[in-house]
């Protein structure tokens, strides 16, 4: 007998347990045959999320926003803090598109908590909050959030230490060193391949530059945007990402407008466009259209503007989004009778009778008397750049 009445266990029944145990260890740490205990990854949720992404870079915000859900819905079923997080942030984006900012707000609060989560990094979700704060005036709030963007990992299969892992901590109260210290990239059957992680983690660090940059410039502080810009320039020799370049483009445009060098600028959007086309970020080609299309305007070139605005329409149009392309429409009408170019004004004319044909027995668009839509308006021979674009554009 021994301590707490237990039988004695004979040297046979220890052998036979060693043996077991030695069993269950082969069993547990090594297999003969490939493991496959590991699932793959979700198709449900991936197939939705693939579509939910497609109507995302096509405008289809509804769908887009729909499709996301039901993938949230299901990273939540399976309790995956990765998905979950990166749908939270796809949700805030398909918000920030739909101007509800409130909304946008909330969804990046989950994203941070379930990528904290996940040891995963938050770092588009800070970029994504301070353009939020910047489209508010709220200088000091984007800035702040920047240097969270500066301090987080680049989101690049990286595991690591998050300065999110709690659900009320902050990031704030933790310096940089200790809160956002560099994860190493996973490594196992499908190793990471280290250049490609190398460029991503880049890339992300000149985002984190361009977003300073476009700061710099709504606080008029011309200097630093430039330098901004230069230093991004230089870190991206070798890097080959066209949506980078389209970003690029976009502050280069931000930085001669506030310099009044508003042809230059107006080029640089136009080059924007073409990257946006190549790498089918479709949603957001519009909004760069109404934006050179006032720089031309600014530039005194309502001929070059009156071009991007029907093309802007058109684009909304064919979204189904007929009120943003009446609005064009309606606007680019006093442009037309101004340029006095027989061809600007049936390719207005035609939109306009599509936006008609596509509207029920009845139905006026927001805005739209009982005149005929089908031709420009002729009741004004002066266009001024405030009336050339529909507010919030």
């Not at 909004?287 to 071009?307: Q, T």
């Not at 027995?361 to 005149?371: A, M």
């Not at 002729?378 to 919030?392: C, F, H, I, Q, W």
Request: include cysteine; hydrophobic fraction near 40%.
């Amino acid at each position: 007998m021994i301590d707490g009445g237990m039988k004695s266990v004979g040297p046979q029944k220890c052998a036979a347990a060693a043996v077991i145990m030695i069993l269950l260890l082969t069993w547990f740490c090594g297999c003969a045959s490939p493991q496959k205990q590991v699932v793959e990854k979700d198709a449900t949720l991936h197939r939705s999320a693939n579509a939910a992404g497609d109507a995302f870079r096509e405008g289809n915000l509804k769908q887009a926003r729909k499709d996301y859900i039901d993938s949230l819905l299901r990273a939540w079923a399976i309790d995956d803090p990765y998905e979950s997080g990166t749908l939270a942030y796809n949700l805030a984006a398909c918000a920030v598109a739909e101007d509800d900012l409130e909304q946008a707000k909330q969804w990046l609060c989950d994203a941070r908590v379930e990528l904290g989560r996940a040891g995963a990094s938050a770092g588009n979700t800070w970029l994504l909050s301070a353009s939020i704060a910047l489209s508010e005036d709220r200088v000091a709030d984007a800035d702040r959030f920047l240097g969270y963007a500066s301090c987080a990992n680049p989101p690049c299969e990286t595991i690591g230490p998050s300065c999110n892992a709690g659900l009320c901590s902050s990031c704030e109260a933790l310096d940089c060193e200790s809160c956002c210290l560099s994860g190493l990239p996973f490594i196992g059957a499908d190793a990471c391949d280290c250049e490609q992680v190398q460029q991503c983690q880049e890339s992300y660090r000149v985002r984190v530059l361009l977003a300073k940059a476009r700061l710099a410039v709504r606080i008029c502080d011309l200097e630093n945007a430039q330098a901004l810009l230069r230093e991004a320039c230089q870190m991206t020799e070798g890097i080959c990402d066209l949506s980078l370049r389209a970003d690029f483009h976009d502050v280069a445009a931000a930085i001669h407008d506030l310099q009044e060098c508003h042809v230059l600028a107006a080029a640089h959007r136009d080059h924007e466009v073409k990257l946006l086309r190549c790498v089918g970020q479709y949603r957001e080609i519009p909004n760069v259209l109404d934006a050179a299309a006032e720089s031309f305007l600014e530039a005194g070139k309502p001929d070059a503007a009156l071009e991007r605005i029907t093309r802007s329409a058109r684009i909304h149009l064919a979204r189904g989004d007929l009120n943003e392309a009446w609005r064009r429409v309606d606007a680019a009408s006093e442009l037309a009778v101004l340029v006095g170019c027989e061809a600007a004004e049936t390719r207005l004319a035609i939109t306009a009778r599509l936006i008609q044909q596509r509207l029920a027995p009845g139905v006026l668009p927001e805005g739209l008397d009982d005149s005929d839509p089908a031709e420009p308006r002729r009741d004004s021979t002066e266009s001024s750049r405030s009336s050339a674009l529909p507010p919030g554009s």
